[in-house]
């Protein structure tokens, strides 16, 4: 996975409020791990990224604006069955981070940028 970091301006660099914590991420990334393999554990896989299609699928479950979103992603961007994968396997993972058992669209938003950002730099 590619992330594009844009220059910061110079007051973002001084401003003396941070963003959140190291340790408060982990704790977010803690939990998700620990919801995934819960979530999974019938399954014989622990994470989002071991899914199979037919996983995906029943444990992937969008909200009506994110099936839009992913579908005009499908239409407009062309992107393949093994693209639109990986895409609800981030967008899970996202959910999962921001503590969401229903996927929505800024889940699918934002996977779909890194998918982007990533066919950009690699073509």
Avoid: C
């Avoid at 037919?54 to 979103?69: G, I, M, P, R, T």
């Avoid at 969401?100 to 690699?122: F, G, M, P, Q, T």
Wanted: aromatic share 6%.
């Amino acid at each position: 996975m590619h992330l594009e970091v844009p220059r910061l301006k110079y007051e973002h660099l001084t401003d003396k409020r941070r963003g959140e914590p190291s340790e408060e991420i982990r704790k977010r990334v803690d939990k998700a791990r620990e919801v995934q393999k819960s979530r999974y554990k019938d399954e014989g896989v622990l994470f989002n990224a071991h899914l199979e299609s037919k996983e995906l699928e029943k444990y992937s479950v969008l909200d009506k604006e994110a099936e839009e979103l992913l579908k005009l992603a499908i239409l407009e961007l062309g992107i393949s069955a093994r693209a639109y994968d990986k895409i609800l396997k981030v967008s899970r993972t996202i959910a999962d981070l921001d503590g969401k058992e229903i996927v929505e669209a800024h889940h699918v938003s934002e996977a779909i940028s890194y998918r982007s950002l990533d066919r950009n730099l690699w073509g």
